[in-house]
């Protein structure tokens, strides 16, 4: 039980610079405001004078956008702008994923995981109380070792024994308002375990975790402040816990295959890739296309539902150059063909001419889809086997499928064309593939130099039938 708990901070903190000494400028403090340390007090240091004296800030106006950075820019704008807040620019953006493991949720704002496994908004970087209108700060490389190494030094200064923990302020799914959390810590454990323990009517608690760190941080922020207050350092004093001398932040994180709320960002994160994905018909970006990821894209398409279990997709890389050309200007003279006997004006037939040639060959990435028909069963009937070869085209599609969506979590832009279908013997010869594959369809890849419009879907009304 305790009988009084003391909120303490510390005024006359300067501004930090890179380089300066944190435990200097708490011992200083401490001289100024006529404190002295005790055994069992807990020093709590706000992140942003730690980031300054690691030299953890960044001038956006020297980071190069990514074309990522860019394209998450374009995305978040009009959500921003509905909210009323200050827009991100993509060099904010940038730095907020060199910052990140992995984007969880795109909305008014970015919810990532940092490199330390935190969850949070916009990996933590923060433009409150940093000097220069385009600086910003980062949250410390690591924050457990900070603390320790503060801890030591005030341990041997003032021969008392204390705890140290680095804050910051998050804000928390269901509820509004940023709390302090802890980022690292020495000197004490992140949390309490009272599993095993009796309640006050005997019961034994079977999930009770206390978060020690996080709920000290949070009654320190009421003294620190978000604004102009200017206590960037509190002392928290009466609280008794158990000191340790071999602490860290790590066991306060919920592992992510236990985190419901993160799973639900992930499952919005997949829904809205699926949403988004769109036919890139227009002219790709010059940016090379690493093969390996094209590779990977595959790699996930071979887990596509396929009859039978037959997967029946075969895939061909059609790198630029000869082969290429040949492939395509030979399409193109049965396209001319077709689409004389069909009576179309010239005009209309080399107009696509032009923009199907275009397509194929200034697309960085060109692949071809076949149809493994050794692979298809074979029957005694005619309708069967025709019932097959049906099934054989629906693996195939599904497999096309997976392939452009796991493009599209790549940011790269992709379109799938039907072209090979109208020229299977060409495309057989020209790329002397086996007499078994049967071409199927092309996909064009590359990144793209702007976004596509969003077709028009119809409505569920008219896709749905309840039947009774």
Known sequence: MFDKIEIIGLHGIPLVNPGDDITNIILNALEQNNLNLKDGDIIL????????????????????????????????????????????????????????NEILKTEHVLITETKHGFVCANAGIDKSNVEGEDNVALLPVNSDEISQKIRDILKKATHQDVAVI?????????????????????????????RGAKDLFGHELQSTIIGQVDNLASAAQLMMGEADEGLPIVIIRGYKFDKIESASIQPILRESNSDLFRNDLKAASFINVLKKRRSYKTEFDSKEVDMNVIKECIEVARWAPS???????????????ATR??????????????????????????????????????????????????????????????????????????????????????????CWYCAPLFA???????????????????????????EQKTPIRKKLSEIIFNLK
């Not at 800030?57 to 860019?70: C, D, G």
């Not at 509820?175 to 980022?183: D, I, T």
């Not at 997967?311 to 150059?321: D, M, V």
């Not at 060959?361 to 074979?378: G, M, R, V």
């Open 45 to 100: 240091i706000a992140q942003t004078i730690i980031s300054k004296s690691n030299g953890r800030i960044r001038n956006l106006k020297k980071i190069q956008p990514s074309e990522e950075a860019f394209s998450l820019h374009e995305e978040i704008t009009p959500k921003v702008r509905s909210k009323n807040l200050p827009i991100k620019t993509p060099e904010h953006i940038q730095a907020i994923l060199d910052e990140s």
């Open 166 to 194: 680095i804050t910051d302020s998050f804000g928390r799914p269901f509820r509004v308002g940023a709390v302090g959390v802890a980022l690292g810590v020495a000197g004490m454990q992140a949390i309490i375990d009272k």
């Open 307 to 321: 009859a039978h279990n037959k997967q029946f997709w075969r895939y061909y890389i059609i790198e630029k150059g």
């Open 325 to 414: 050309d040949k492939l395509i200007d030979e399409m193109n003279i049965k396209l001319r063909n077709d689409l004389t006997k069909d009576g179309l004006s010239q005009n209309f037939i080399e107009t696509k001419i032009k923009n199907r040639r275009q397509s194929f060959l200034k697309a960085p990435i060109l692949i071809l889809q076949c149809l493994e028909s050794a692979d298809l069963e074979n029957y005694t009937d005619i309708e069967r086997n025709d019932n097959e070869v049906v099934m054989g085209v629906q693996s195939v599609s599904s497999s096309a499928t997976y392939f452009l969506l796991a493009l599209q979590a790549r940011k790269l832009a992709s």
């Open 424 to 450: 299977k013997d060409i495309v057989k010869r020209v790329l002397d593939v086996p007499d078994s594959h049967i071409p199927m369809a092309f996909f064009t890849v590359g990144y793209p130099l702007k």
